[in-house]
């Protein structure tokens, strides 16, 4: 039982490309959620997922999108990486209101 | 739009004492989680108080919640250097999703 899975750990990129930050869980939860930390910040919402097929803009969705494919993997894509987009970004499930957490992705645009 | 803010924002203390960490929310919720963030890790779930719960206990950790003055205490007692990490507030909003929103965290240093 893996929990909640990020590839890739580390990632930098140059202003203008893309990626597919990938997340994966085992749990059988229904909601997903894509999160960015920022120093001083906080946690906030990207996107997020209450079920397979279904997607909605969290406190901060502008310069991402969101597929959620299949009950297990909910994946976060950049178009155009922008260098205001360097920070880490965390996946996590829940299951009624608690929310699992992947080890995140360190992001940096150059 | 952060709907839990941390107090303090830092807190340094002895292997042994008692950790005391304020949340304060805005709007009225169904419940109040805390979570507690390692040094490059994810967070993890410490404890969940409903809006009609007034105190919970989990091992070391003592968490109450008054909603007539919208905030909540989170107490470690007989802190360890293991307890050294970020904590949390996470709320959710009454008659919404299960999406909460986050305070932005205090860190707490324990020394050995």
């Known amino acids: 039982n893996a929990g909640v899975t990020q590839t890739p750990k580390f990632q930098v990129l140059k202003t203008g490309q893309s990626m597919t930050l990938q997340c994966a869980q085992d749990?059988?939860?229904?909601?997903m959620y894509w999160y960015r930390q920022d120093p001083g910040m906080g946690l906030r919402l990207i996107y997020y997922?209450?079920?397979?097929?279904?997607?909605d803009k969290g406190e901060v969705p502008n310069g991402y999108n969101v597929s959620r494919l299949n009950k297990r993997e909910f994946s976060l894509r950049l178009e155009s990486a922008a260098p205001s987009q360097t920070s880490v970004y965390f996946c996590?499930?829940?299951?009624?209101?608690?929310?699992?957490f992947g080890p995140g992705t360190r992001l940096t645009v150059t | 739009s952060q709907q839990g803010e941390e107090d303090p924002q830092a807190l340094s203390i002895q292997e042994g004492e008692n950790a005391t960490m304020n949340c304060s929310y805005k709007?009225?919720?169904?419940?109040l989680q805390w979570y507690r963030q390692n040094s490059g890790r994810g967070l993890v779930h410490l404890i969940l108080?409903?809006?009609?719960?007034r105190e919970k206990h989990s091992g070391r950790l003592r968490v109450t919640l008054d909603t007539s003055k919208k905030s909540s205490s989170l107490l470690i007692t007989a802190s360890r250097a293991a307890d050294t990490a970020s904590y949390f507030c996470a709320t959710d909003r009454q008659g919404g999703s299960e999406k909460l929103v986050f305070g932005k965290g205090m860190k707490l240093t324990v020394n050995p």
């Open positions: 749990m059988n939860h229904n909601s």
């Open positions: 996590a499930s829940s299951e009624r209101q608690s929310q699992y």
């Open positions: 709007t009225s919720i169904n419940n």
């Open positions: 108080i409903r809006s009609n719960e």
């Open positions: 997922s209450a079920s397979e097929g279904t997607t």
